[in-house]
């Protein structure tokens, strides 16, 4: 695959972000981010650092790891904007495709992998929203980007918690 980074092909251009601080502004302007894993040292970089990646389409999630743009239907019909990371195998689970929903003020993350969000969280995370949780959930994706062997869909019923490792059992918190 075709893969060139912002930065190589405009070297005044050199975006880098934390994952967890990606805005609905760089969503709308890059809509693929790819990890920047083989330059972790130095600059503050780690393995949660990201830049904007300009690739050939359809975009093969097995060649490097990505976020690519999502749109997400609540349950009042409403849209967000966020992104999810295309799995490279065929497991596209939940815990791996970790859709998550960029607001102005934050992100809202469904998957909690085997930490029960507080009533506190929740609380924040419906703000964040604007929301209650009768229209958020179920909520439906979908990624924004054309990928090889189509887009990536999938609901959500509430936030998810890990409740068995091996049976891969989880339970849904609202």
Known sequence: MKRTSVDSE????????QIYDLTPLDLETF???EFNLDRTSGNGQDELTIRPCVAAVPLNPAD??????????LADGS???GYLTPPGRDDAGIGVLQ???VADQGQVRFWCGTSVPSPKRLARNYQLLGKEAKEVFPLLFESEVELVGGPIRGSIPGFLVMEDFQTRETRTVI
């Open 64 to 73: 490097c790891m990505f976020v690519v743009r999502a749109v997400f239907t």
């Open 31 to 33: 809509p693929v981010w």
């Open 79 to 81: 849209m967000k904007r």
């Open 99 to 101: 859709p998550i929903i």
């Open 10 to 17: 405009n070297p005044s251009l050199r975006v880098r972000r």
